[in-house]
């Protein structure tokens, strides 16, 4: 094995010494550097680019070679080299590059080139994403960029970290990828040599997605099918690159904001490929500028080889500028046999006679795509995409799971972070610069300084040694062994009107089982938990110690949850008020909403996923329940102690909800369907893809009478469905409907009604689809029927945001309509409005409520944007 690894030492140290290669400088025509533009080796298909003085060096085994020089905005120059054991020296001076206008005059019987362009380009798109079988490739990324700005709430804590304005943070990777048809891709990562975070800025989402599909990274791209709906585009001129006729088109989004394009995109006439890219887009305050260079492939696909983006943004007080530059290299592609690489498409807009021609002679129902393209060259724009998207679909049903549109891998190599400064000077496009140099030298320092910091500490993944007597109060987390921790949870409480101030007191116990599959280290492994959590609760007011034992165990299809002790519970089991909602409504207003009751419990939860699509869930519990009555009237301003209402919930169905200690057994089970389910695979795990399927719900509930001391006797039947509905970027709509009936509701008490998701405090936090803003929480529960139907639009473009500048700030709106029938509700129904992403995070809406179509009340609620996921139960 030693002699071995000495000859292959001896080989790399050889081929060192013989390696040779291209160097020089790229300038512009007025002498100005070029820096990042493009160089391309056509005899490896590699893409490399200059420094910020222009500098170029490339390393080349002897041999013959083409190379292209490419900038945005100069033409191309082609020079070949011969490269023996010494690097040539290469200077090249790219002219600007002169536009050739086509004599047209635009008015209203003419409309402008570019649209004939786009069409036939557009047309083409979803065939470039069908003509490559599978390619692999090279890609280099680097990143560096700073924080300019921000909050100085939190300049104490950065500075500790070593984080100052002008601390330059740099990553380098290089990963070897892998495209297989329809939609596999893979990454594997075999480099990296990273310093700080990118604060989210990185461009990967643009590097490895594609403009030729109708969305890349959450956004519109100019070559979607539905790409005149949201962008107009101009005609700029032509010019000659190489052999290569190439449009250049300026795309104007119809309405800025987010989510769309805005800039000039060049295409390549009669291959209707992209030639390059110069883009600028915004999303959620961060604003990316990027310009893209493609080549042709061995002379068959244009892929890109060149890639910049310049980010920066404003994100919560955070202020930030990063750059980054990509370049692929070593491209092999394998294109599709079964399409023909040569086609004219003809517009049927513009050439009407030709496209009636091609229609009367090939057009054929039920037509595949490689049978109508053998039989003629000719297709129209029209005929293309549809015979593309057929084409697709059938491609789509041959797959082993054609309900996946996407699938990729993503892995590090072991040895990707041990890589040597002799590695990475072999594989940068270009050398490292003065700042890039120095930014690398201080992370180092910082880097060691906090490494040594936290040396010794291996009972937990925190800055203290162990367990301190502080953590009782402040909590903590602490590492038992690799599979086990053990946790402090924070101390939490709160007030209500029952028990006064309390305090929560958690700890738990997390034990993971994980099985690797030894055949496919790709595959993610499979993982069981297991969490044992006991809580205790004191009630100063009422002077009363309460608590609950929890263990949950999860495995990846499957969750069992088994809980019991002595503990309060909203007569809604589904929590409508949150805590803190609660005590600042309670302390602050003297409204005390939350009604409450005491249970001894136990109770079992079980959740089994099948084939992706379904779902089934059941449980089991048995309670003692309480009554409990107000214990305080304390609050902030004393004039609030009248307001208090007695904790007893107010319903239109029951004279008095007073109840008798009583004993209830349920049982209920229900189920979950999926049946149109859409999924994206990473890793080997399935994910489910938005906004594909409805979902469907059927569930019942048994309250089962003289089992186990029970007085409760009900069965309750319900049914929902809920969906989402994504109209491009111009909006959303989400609907959920939920309907339902007690066939039998011989014994029950006012929690086991059926509850509604009701609010009457200035504060929204359960799901805005699916909960009324203005409805009073217990008032019109029901032991009868009940239809709940609520609809939700999300506007990119209605009133405020018709401004730019509103749009530009990630401001949308919404209107919404929550209905609810019940024996007693008298049609109640609620119109809102709603302006979200107010400062990123904020939504703020308007409704008023009908009763028969009749004037109620109106209010304004606070909410989280809805752009934003927050779990808000406890």
């Known amino acids: ?266 295409i390549v006439e009669d291959w209707w490929s992209i030639h390059s890219l110069d883009l600028n887009a915004s999303k959620l305050g961060v604003k990316v500028h990027m310009k893209s260079i493609y080549n042709p492939i061995e002379d068959k696909a244009w892929l890109p080889v060149s890639q910049q983006f310049f980010v920066n943004g404003r994100v919560f007080g955070f202020e930030f500028e990063f750059n980054y530059l990509a370049t692929v290299k070593d491209y092999k592609i394998t294109l599709n046999p079964n399409l023909p690489l040569e086609m004219t498409i003809i517009d049927e807009k513009l050439e009407k006679a030709q496209a009636k021609e091609v229609k009367s002679k090939f057009s054929k129902k039920g037509q595949q795509l490689q049978q109508r393209l053998a039989e003629g060259k000719d297709v129209t724009n029209k005929e293309l995409r549809q015979l593309v998207k057929e084409y697709e679909k059938e491609e789509q049903k041959k797959t082993k799971e054609p309900e996946v549109i996407s699938e990729t891998s993503f892995k590090v190599d072991s040895l990707a972070y041990k890589k040597d400064s002799t590695f990475w000077a072999d594989i940068r496009p270009a050398p490292l610069d003065k700042e890039e140099v120095r930014g690398y030298k201080k992370n180092d320092s910082i880097s060691t300084v906090q490494r040594k910091r936290e040396e010794g500490d291996s009972l937990k993944p925190s800055k203290s040694k162990g367990f301190q ?215 080997g795990q399935k994910f489910r893809a938005d906004n594909t399927s409805p979902l469907f719900t059927l569930d019942y509930k048994k309250g089962v009478d003289g089992l186990l001391g029970s007085e409760v006797n009900f069965d309750q039947m319900e049914i929902g469905v809920k969906h989402g509905i994504k109209l491009g970027i111009r909006g959303k709509l989400d609907v959920a409907l939920k309907a339902g009936k007690f066939f039998n509701a011989d014994k029950l008490y006012l929690m086991d009604y059926q509850h509604f998701l009701g609010n009457r405090t200035p504060f929204v936090t359960t799901d805005p689809v699916g909960s009324f803003r203005l409805l009073d929480y217990y008032q019109y529960s029901t032991r009868d029927q009940y239809f709940t139907a609520n609809v939700h639009y999300h506007f990119r473009k209605f009133l405020v945001t018709r401004f730019p500048i509103v749009r530009l700030t990630g401001i949308t709106e919404n209107v919404f309509v929550n209905y609810l029938a019940t024996p007693t509700s008298k049609n109640y129904t609620e119109l809102g409005y709603g302006i979200d992403g107010i400062f990123r995070i904020l939504r703020l809406e308007f409704a008023a409520a009908f009763q028969d179509g009749k004037y109620l009340n109106n209010g304004f609620r606070i909410g989280v944007a809805t752009s934003i996921v927050i779990n808000f139960s406890d």
């Open 469 to 683: 007597l502080k953590d009782i109060v402040l909590g903590d987390r602490y590492r038992i062994n690799e599979t086990s921790d053990f946790q402090i949870h924070t101390p939490f409480g709160g007030f209500n009107t029952v028990e006064g101030w309390n305090l929560i007191y958690k700890t738990s116990y997390y034990k993971r089982w994980v099985k690797r599959d030894t055949s496919d280290s790709d595959k993610r492994p499979d993982v069981k938990r297991l969490e044992i959590t006991p809580i205790g609760r004191y009630a100063f007011s009422r002077k009363v110690l309460s608590g609950l034992m929890r263990v949950d165990y999860r495995t990846r299809t499957s969750r069992l949850t088994v809980e019991g002790g002595k503990y309060i519970q909203q007569y809604n089991d589904a929590d409508p008020i949150h805590p803190i909602v609660n005590d600042i409504t309670s302390l602050f207003l003297g409204d005390n909403f939350m009604k409450l009751y005491e249970r001894n419990f136990v109770e079992a939860n079980y959740r089994k996923r099948f084939d992706d699509k379904y779902t089934f869930r059941s449980s089991l519990t048995w309670a003692r329940r309480q009554e409990l009555f107000n214990t305080t009237d304390y609050t902030f301003f004393k004039k609030n102690k009248e307001d208090y209402t007695p904790n007893a919930p107010i319903n239109n169905e029951l004279n008095d909800t007073a109840f008798p200690t009583n004993t209830a057994f349920t049982v209920a089970v229900g189920l979950e369907a999926r049946p149109w389910q859409k999924y994206r695979i990473r890793n």
């Open 1 to 266: 094995m030693k002699q071995i690894y000495s000859v292959l030492i001896f080989q790399f140290i050889a081929f060192s010494a013989l390696a040779g290669g291209v160097k020089g400088v790229i300038k512009s025509d007025d002498g100005n550097v070029l820096p990042y533009a493009s160089i391309y080796v056509k005899q490896t298909g590699s893409g490399s680019a200059t420094d910020l003085q222009g500098k170029y060096e490339i390393q080349l085994p002897p041999g013959h070679y083409d190379l292209v020089f490419q900038f945005l905005g100069y033409e191309s120059v082609n020079r070949s080299v011969d490269i023996t054991s010494d690097f040539v020296v290469l200077d090249v001076i790219l002219k600007t590059q002169v536009m050739m206008l086509q004599t047209v005059t635009v008015n209203a019987q003419k409309e402008d080139p570019a649209y004939t362009i786009m069409r036939k380009a557009i047309a083409k798109a979803k065939y470039h994403t069908q003509q490559i079988d599978k390619y692999t490739a090279k890609v280099y990324i680097k990143g560096k960029g700073k924080l300019t700005d921000y909050p100085w709430l939190a300049k104490r804590a950065l500075e500790k970290e070593g984080i100052t304005k002008d601390r330059l943070f740099i990553s380098e990777s290089v990963s070897e990828i892998k495209y297989t048809r329809p939609k596999k891709f893979e990454e594997k990562v075999i480099a990296v040599y990273t310093q700080g975070k990118d604060r989210n800025t990185s461009p990967n989402g643009y590097v490895f997605g594609s403009f030729y599909e109708p969305e890349i990274n959450e956004m519109v791209t100019p070559l979607s099918p539905a790409a005149f709906s949201y962008y107009k585009f101009e005609y700029l001129g032509s010019f000659k690159d190489q052999k290569y006729e190439i449009s250049k088109i300026k795309v104007i989004p119809r309405s800025k904001g987010d989510n769309v394009f805005d800039g000039v995109i060049y």
